[in-house]
């Protein structure tokens, strides 16, 4: 059993900061890539940010020079720094990680959070 537990989300003016964390535990082997989705009311789901085990990274256009992703390996856990933020950021953020996991052989797996809401008020 893999579980991704998110904190961090909350009420922010525009302009301020928040920082996104995702932690995962269980039966982990090894954590692949690990990646920051958010989903705004009647929109769908889209990616904000990947890092891949080696550090690299990927953002969407709308939020780069503005979010940082970043990661502890040794501690399985993902972080979104997110600054200037806009009202256009308000959504329900989900932490996501391809997590190979042992149980008698080895298999691959998406695993999501369980969604963290943030609001950007103007």
């Known amino acids: 059993q893999v579980q991704l537990v998110e904190s961090g989300g909350g009420l922010v003016q525009a302009g301020g900061s928040l920082r996104l964390s995702c932690a995962a535990s269980?039966?982990?082997?090894?954590?692949?890539?690990m990646g920051w989705y958010r989903q705004a009311p009647g929109k769908q789901r889209e990616l904000v940010a990947r890092i891949t085990s080696s550090g690299s990274t990927n953002y969407a256009d709308s939020v780069k020079g503005r979010f940082t992703i970043s990661r502890d390996n040794a501690k399985n856990t993902v972080y979104l720094q997110m600054n200037s933020l806009k009202p256009e950021d308000t959504a329900v953020y989900y932490c996501?990680?391809?997590?190979?996991?042992?149980?008698?052989?080895?298999?691959?797996?998406?695993?999501w959070g369980q969604g963290t809401q943030v609001t950007v008020s103007s």
């Open positions: 269980g039966r982990i082997f090894r954590v692949n890539a």
């Open positions: 996501n990680a391809a997590i190979t996991v042992y149980t008698g052989s080895y298999y691959t797996k998406d695993y």
